[in-house]
């Protein structure tokens, strides 16, 4: 797998993911928004140049990874992120439930 550095930003009530691969200058994005105790993942974007390396998985897995540190839930309204979780069973107890 390429190597992908992610990053954090935002504030309590929205932000982003940010994954960098080294010598690229585009990055990929997840953007969540806060519903509740839930992170709402709304969008998951790789630029088509970084794009077939991994790079949305890692997103997805750094708010995986969160949210088991963290404490909170998961609304995969991505249609993205929603995929990962039909694949996933295991991060079942991470979605938010309506």
Known sequence: MTEVTITR???ADAGEYHAHL????AIGRLTWV???TARAAEHTL???E?????????????L?????????T????CSYVEA?????PEWADLRAQP
Do not use: K, N, Y
């Not at 990962?84 to 996933?88: A, M, S, T, V």
């Open 9 to 11: 930003h935002g504030t």
């Open 34 to 36: 806060r519903r509740g």
């Open 46 to 48: 790789v630029p088509t």
């Open 84 to 88: 990962l979780f039909r694949r996933h």
């Open 50 to 62: 970084i794009g077939g390396r991994g790079v949305a998985a890692r997103l997805v897995e750094a």
């Open 22 to 25: 080294p010598g690229e200058r």
């Open 74 to 77: 998961i609304d995969p309204v």
């Open 64 to 72: 995986i990874e969160d949210a088991r540190t963290q404490g909170f």
